[in-house]
T-cell receptor
Framework: QKEVEQDPGPLSVPEGAIVSLNCTYSNSAFQYFMWYRQYSRKGPELLMYTYSSGNKEDGRFTAQVDKSSKYISLFIRDSQPSDSATYLCAMKVPGTYKYIFGTGTRLKVLA | DGGITQSPKYLFRKEGQNVTLSCEQNLNHDAMYWYRQDPGQGLRLIYYSQIVNDFQKGDIAEGYSVSREKKESFPLTVTSAQKNPTAFYLC?????????FGPGTRLTVL
């Protein structure tokens, strides 16, 4: 079993839809969770950073962590064609400087 | 303007040649990283450095070398020993918990 699992997609939605992107993980010690957006041939851009459980909102983006289920989510409201990208989840390995990444979910928002 | 810069954006190498990818950051971060990204495989850690003059191998260090002589700089050399070097290379740096990425270098072996 991989430490972090993420559905590769692609996920296609119409403009204006609410998008839900998810990752599951196996290590219950993970405390720091991140979501990145990566456009084609570009570096990943940090979108959301969450510590421990709960929700965090930033504009149209909401990050949610459910530690009891070892499940994290990124919600995008009122999705736009410019949101079309690959979304990567990441977690920091406790006690180290290392990070574990999901393989990414490709999102396409259709105009 | 704070951030991470990588150069060049595109790099072409003949087989048997060593090439060096540049990474510079002005975020005052202690830790720096090199990842390799291949389609469908996500990010794989090559090397990382927590502090100047110290670095550790990641998951796929064979055929690569690094140095960390300055806090701001963490160059990666892809040697001729790397059997399949064509990939997208990403440099990153981190504060206590958040990690930030540079724009990447696309290396192609001819």
């Amino acid at each position: 079993q991989k430490e972090v699992e993420q559905d590769p997609g692609p996920l296609s939605v119409p403009e204006g839809a609410i998008v839900s992107l998810n990752c599951t993980y196996s290590n219950s010690a993970f405390q720091y969770f991140m979501w990145y957006r990566q456009y084609s041939r570009k570096g990943p851009e940090l979108l959301m950073y969450t510590y421990s459980s709960g929700n965090k909102e930033d504009g149209r983006f909401t990050a949610q962590v459910d530690k009891s289920s070892k499940y994290i989510s990124l919600f995008i409201r009122d999705s736009q064609p410019s949101d079309s990208a690959t979304y990567l989840c990441a977690m920091k390995v406790p006690g180290t400087y290392k990070y574990i990444f999901g393989t990414g979910t490709r999102l396409k928002v259709l105009a | 303007d704070g951030g991470i810069t990588q150069s060049p954006k595109y790099l072409f190498r003949k087989e048997g040649q060593n090439v060096t990818l540049s990474c510079e950051q002005n975020l005052n971060h202690d830790a720096m990283y090199w990842y390799r990204q291949d389609p469908g495989q996500g990010l794989r850690l090559i090397y990382y450095s927590q502090i100047v003059n110290d670095f550790q191998k990641g998951d796929i260090a064979e055929g690569y070398s690094v140095s960390r002589e300055k806090k701001e700089s963490f160059p990666l050399t892809v040697t001729s020993a790397q059997k399949n070097p064509t990939a997208f290379y990403l440099c990153a740096s981190s504060s206590v918990d958040e990690q930030f990425f540079g724009p990447g270098t696309r290396l192609t072996v001819l």
